[in-house]
C-alpha cells in the first residue's frame, strides 16, 4: 500500500492532506443543524457540543469511571498506565469492552450519528480510554496528532477517523482542559525519530518519538489561534484524527476526567504499520474484533 504520509524518518516533513475531511458526499438529506456542523467541523477540525449529555448520565459515567480506576490500582492490569512520578492512574484503555455503560455511550446515536455523517461510512471503535486528571498532580499531554501515531504504529492508511471527548467532570480553563489548533487538520507533520520495539508502554506515559517541531506548532498556531472548549460535565469536543491537540498539567484541586472514544470508518481498518516493528496490542487499536457498531 502507498505511504502517503510518512513519518518518523530523518526529519521533519510537513505535507499537504490527501483526505477529505467530511466524507459525506450527498448532504442534501441531512438537516440544516447537521450541515452546519459539518461545515464547522470541514473548517475548523473539531466541533465544541456544550452540555450534549445530561448531568444525571455524567454522574453514573463518573462513578463508573472511578470505579474502574480504583480496580485498575488495586489490580496489574495492561489496559491501564500511570503516571511515571506519582505512580497515579493516567489512562485505562479498552474501556467500552470493559464496560456496559462505556458501550453504550459508544453506540449513542448523540455521537455515533455524528460520527457517521463525517466519516460517510460504517464505523467501529478504534480505541476507547479514559484520562485521568487528578487534583494538583494531572501531567500533561503534549502536542500531537493523533493520525501520525495511528498510521505510524497501527497502520490506519487514511485520515478517516475521528476522536469524541466527552467530560466527565467540568473542563475548566485551569484544570487542563483539552487545547486545538484549529485548521491544524489540513497539514499532516511528519515526526523524526525512529519508533522503538513497544514504544506505547512509554509514548502512553509521556510521548516524545512522533511529537511536532516547535516550528510547525508555531505556524499552525500562528494561524488561527490555540481553542480551549470549557465547559459543564457532559460537554463533547469532536476532533479530526489529524487535528493538533494537546492538554497542560493540572495545579488545581479539581481533578479532570475524559472518556474518548475514537471511531474510525470501516473502509480504512487498519493494517501493517507504516513506521513502527510491530502493531500495537489489540486493547489500544482494534484490529482483529472489529464489527461496525449499530445506528439506532
Known amino acids: 500500500m502507498q505511504d502517503l504520509y510518512p513519518t518518523r524518518g530523518e526529519k521533519i516533513q510537513r505535507l499537504e492532506r490527501q483526505d477529505p475531511v467530511v466524507h459525506n458526499e450527498d448532504r442534501d438529506g441531512l438537516s440544516h443543524d447537521t450541515t452546519v456542523r459539518l461545515r464547522r467541523f470541514e473548517r475548523d477540525g473539531y466541533l465544541f457540543l456544550p452540555g450534549l449529555f445530561h448531568e444525571a ?37 479498552a ?3 470493559n464496560s456496559a455503560l462505556f458501550r453504550a455511550v459508544a453506540e449513542d446515536p448523540r455521537i455515533l450519528t455524528l460520527a457517521s455523517d463525517i466519516l460517510g461510512d460504517e464505523v467501529y471503535v478504534h480505541q476507547s480510554r479514559l484520562n485521568y486528571k487528578p487534583a494538583f498532580s ?3 499531554f503534549y502536542w500531537h496528532s493523533d493520525f501520525e501515531t495511528w498510521h505510524a504504529e497501527d497502520g490506519m492508511p487514511r485520515m478517516r477517523a475521528l476522536s469524541v471527548s466527552l467530560c466527565l467532570t467540568p473542563s475548566l480553563a485551569t484544570n487542563g482542559p483539552l487545547m486545538l ?5 489540513a497539514t499532516f507533520v511528519g515526526c523524526p525519530g525512529e519508533t522503538p520495539p513497544e514504544h506505547f ?16 506548532l508555531t505556524r499552525m498556531a500562528s494561524r488561527r489561534g490555540i481553542k480551549a472548549p470549557t465547559g459543564a460535565a457532559g460537554s463533547v469536543i469532536a476532533f479530526d484524527c489529524n ?6 498539567g493540572n495545579l488545581t484541586p479539581f481533578p479532570r476526567t475524559n472518556l474518548f472514544i475514537v471511531y474510525n470508518a470501516m473502509s480504512n481498518r487498519i493494517g501493517e504499520p507504516f513506521a513502527a516493528p510491530r502493531p500495537r496490542p489489540e486493547f489500544i487499536a482494534a484490529r482483529n474484533r472489529v464489527q461496525p457498531l ?3
Request: aromatic content about 4%.
Open 243 to 248: 487535528t493538533m491537540h494537546a492538554s497542560a
Open 138 to 140: 494531572g501531567r500533561e
Open 201 to 216: 508502554r512509554r509514548s502512553l506515559v509521556k510521548q516524545e518519538i512522533g511529537t511536532p517541531d516547535q516550528e510547525s
Open 181 to 185: 489548533i484549529p485548521g491544524s487538520h
Open 294 to 296: 449499530p445506528r439506532k
Open 57 to 93: 448520565e455524567t454522574t453514573r459515567l463518573l462513578r463508573e469511571a472511578e470505579r474502574l480506576k480504583a480496580q485498575a490500582e488495586s489490580n496489574a492490569d495492561e489496559t491501564a498506565f500511570f503516571e511515571r512520578d506519582s505512580g497515579a492512574v493516567r489512562s485505562i484503555f
Open 95 to 97: 474501556v467500552h469492552d
